[in-house]
């Protein structure tokens, strides 16, 4: 429960943040949010009036509608907007945990992002403008698309691979990597994409615990000029996946690779001569069409398993709501495909709706720090989405960059990831969107396909830092630890109370654990995504970060991020991640990792951004220590793995799986940083 406003609130809105820190909050186990966040930008009138979505009053219909009627509101947006070869009979059956959509119905991914399309004027579009490390560049039409996902079909077809057969993906970000999944779909086989910065060992864990039959991958991968050796780590990770039978290579690099016969075939080859007419299986709409594997904290990773109509109509109304996508627009999202947002919203999101996709191979400084920018001034990119962590190093590497180039084609930004700083989304929005692109901060999760709470570009007012609303057809709310709704304010756990279409089905050969992990902690009621968050005044939802990096400072919950944020608001930081010590008096400590703008400054320095913290939050969230670094533990996607700084902090050897660590040097840099 919380008392009104404080006095001193009005200091601190003036500068982006207050705090209402000193409000005690009775329940023991909720989250005492401190961050506060005034500013609001609401969408210009010429933007609304030509979005998807234009005006509150359609997105309150529509989403009013999807609460108290899902399946009539999903029903018949899928008898609309997806191609059935089989009308679907029920549109939902069964309840949380074990749902399933539009069972009865025949239907095809590949056929819903390609051949529907070229009965109409997009046969001729851009499905895929790609830019390669080294700038070679290549088109594919929705035609040229479909030609070369049939041949791959065949092939597929042609190497043993049938329906429901898993086939692994370990390739860089090249169009054969779209080619491949849509071929998978065609045929009805799961595809299971590994990130190309992956080792042996982790390709080898996933081909086993998937049983892949195929994998696709290629001679080596281009990443800041240097070759990845895709194909030797897969020839390595062969030794120990006796489930794998043969292997596909395509040539990208033009490197050296060892190639076994009977077992490893040239894409190439394969291709040539094949047929480019194949007609797309006839699939259950329940019928599984990709295991993407995500991080467990403990144990081995999750094979979180998407299945074919619900997640497709999932990732193409998404697309179409958040990202307000024209026909007429060029759309560019950074991700890899790796991960699931390339997977929903470079694939399957934007060609289902018949759009132009950029995909990019590298590294967004290579050969320099503007390669961003300028793919935007070269393709006149028109939707721009990207991560936090890719926000903070462009703010770090200096606004000379962005402002060398022609960036007003834009015109909507977007960010997923984790929870985006204020700071951050302010420069955002100043420097890359000229304060005249809406920014949607979009909060979903591999498990949830698609994604769930965001700004509409068109009908929300945004507040930096807050992902805002629910979608149309997601009922989220915020609880306590007995799963009793908070009220507003009130920091706690982020759950959906609703089933929706594009939702996780399973974790692959572990269906217990997916009930446990999902949906273990309000006895099957609820879907718990791991997040904390609150509710503002205006129902608007705060993201607090993954309740593990909550840390509890003498009875008080606070999230990192938010003390974060108020370090990232100060202007000699770039990057900070904040974890809890034990602590003698306090139980935990708060301990800050700092990464400056510029070089390492003096010890003076760390006094200044405690004093900084204590003004913006309140003497509560104090830090104890502040340590500088230049570099910080992330996952490949970009996450800072809190957990081992957490070992630093309490002056404990890491004993915890590193395996996603993005950069193993970086241990060791940060000890040396910041210890002794
Ligand atoms: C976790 C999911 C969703 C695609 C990429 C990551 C965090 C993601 C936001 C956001 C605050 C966010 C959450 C979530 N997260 N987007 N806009 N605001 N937090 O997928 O690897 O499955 O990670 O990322 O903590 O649970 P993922």
């Known amino acids: 429960m919380r008392t009104g406003p404080i006095a001193s609130q009005r200091f601190f809105l003036s500068r982006g943040l207050s705090t209402d820190s000193y409000l005690l909050n009775l329940m023991s186990d909720a989250i005492e949010s401190v961050l506060h966040e005034d500013r609001l930008f609401a969408p210009a009138a010429e933007f609304s009036a030509r979005a998807n979505i234009s005006s509150q009053a359609q997105y309150e219909a529509m989403w009013q509608r999807a609460k108290d009627d899902p399946t009539g509101f999903w029903g018949d947006l899928a008898t609309k ?35 529907r399309h070229l009965k109409t004027a997009r046969k001729n579009k851009a499905a895929i403008i790609w830019e390669g490390e080294p700038g070679d560049t290549r088109t594919l039409t929705y035609q040229q698309l479909h030609h070369e996902v049939c041949k791959f079909a065949n092939v597929l077809q042609k190497l043993g691979a049938e329906a429901g057969d898993r086939i692994t993906l370990y390739m860089p970000m090249v169009p054969e990597l779209a080619i491949a999944m849509l071929a998978c779909a065609r045929i009805g086989a799961t595809h299971s994409i590994i990130f190309g910065g992956f080792s042996a060992d982790a390709i080898a864990d996933r081909n086993n615990d998937a049983q892949a039959k195929l994998v696709v991958t290629a001679d080596g991968g281009w ?27 395509l040539r990208r690099t033009g490197g050296d690779v060892d190639m076994v016969p009977d077992r490893d075939y040239w894409w190439h080859d394969l291709m040539e001569g094949e047929s480019a007419d194949h007609e797309a299986a006839q699939l259950d709409s329940e019928h599984p069409l990709f295991i993407l594997y995500t991080s467990g904290s403990t144990g081995k990773p ?39 947002t390339g997977h929903s919203y470079i694939v399957y999101g934007p060609l289902a709706n018949g759009a132009t996709s950029v995909m990019y191979e590298g590294a967004p400084n290579w050969p320099d720090e503007g390669r961003f920018w300028e793919i935007i001034e070269k393709y006149r990119v028109n939707i721009f989405y990207t991560a936090p962590t890719a926000i903070r190093a462009f703010i770090k590497w200096g606004d000379q960059w962005p402002q060398k180039y022609d960036l007003s084609s834009l015109r909507l930004l977007g960010s997923v990831g984790e929870p985006i700083n204020p700071e951050a989304w302010m420069w955002y929005h100043r420097t890359i969107g000229g304060e005249r692109c809406p ?95 609150r509710r503002d005044k205006d129902g608007y939802y705060w993201v607090l970060g993954r309740v593990d990096d909550v840390i509890n400072v003498s009875g008080h919950r606070l999230s990192t991020m938010e003390v974060e944020s108020a370090l990232v608001s100060h202007p000699l930081v770039a990057e900070a991640a904040v974890v809890g010590f034990p ?38 969230a104090t830090p104890d220590q502040v340590r500088f670094t230049t570099a910080l ?23 915890g ?12 840099k940060l000890r040396e940083d910041t210890e002794g």
């Not at 094979?303 to 697309?319: F, I, N, P, R």
């Open 302 to 340: 999750k094979g979180v398993l998407h299945t074919t109509a619900g997640y497709m109509l999932g990732a193409q109304m998404t697309t179409r709501w958040v990202f307000d996508l024209k026909d007429e627009d060029t759309y560019w999202c950074t991700a890899d495909i790796g991960w699931v």
């Open 223 to 249: 990443r800041r000029g240097k070759e990845i050796p895709l194909k030797a780590n897969v020839d390595k990770s062969l030794e120990k996946s006796p489930s794998v039978e043969k292997v596909v290579v």
């Open 657 to 668: 799986d590193t395996t996603t660590l993005e950069d193993f040097s970086v241990l060791a």
């Open 81 to 115: 907007e997806l191609d059935w070869f089989q009308p679907f009979e029920h549109v939902m059956e069964g309840d949380m945990p074990d749902t399933k959509w539009f069972t009865g119905g025949k239907i095809n991914a590949s056929y819903q992002c390609l051949d």
């Open 583 to 620: 602590h003698e008096l306090k139980g935990e400590g708060i301990c800050c990792f700092v990464i400056p703008k510029g070089e390492i400054p003096a010890d003076e320095a760390k006094k200044e951004l405690i004093k900084h913290v204590r003004e913006q939050i309140g003497a509560l």
């Open 439 to 533: 920014i949607v901060d979009t909060w979903w999760q591999t498990e949830t396909g698609g994604i769930m709470i965001s700004p509409l570009p068109g009908v929300t007012a945004t507040k930096p830092g807050s992902c805002t609303m629910p979608l149309p057809g997601v009922v989220p709310a915020v609880v306590n630890e007995q799963g009793e709704p908070l009220g507003l304010n009130e920091g706690g756990l982020l759950v959906m109370t609703q089933p929706w279409p594009h939702m996780l089905r399973t974790l692959y050969g572990d269906h217990e654990r997916f009930v446990d992990v999902y949906f273990g902690k309000f006895g099957g009621k609820y879907y718990f995504a791991g997040d904390g968050a």
């Open 633 to 655: 533990p992330k996952t490949r996607s970009g996450k800072i793995m809190r957990r081992l700084l957490r070992d630093i902090a309490a002056g404990k050897e890491s004993a």
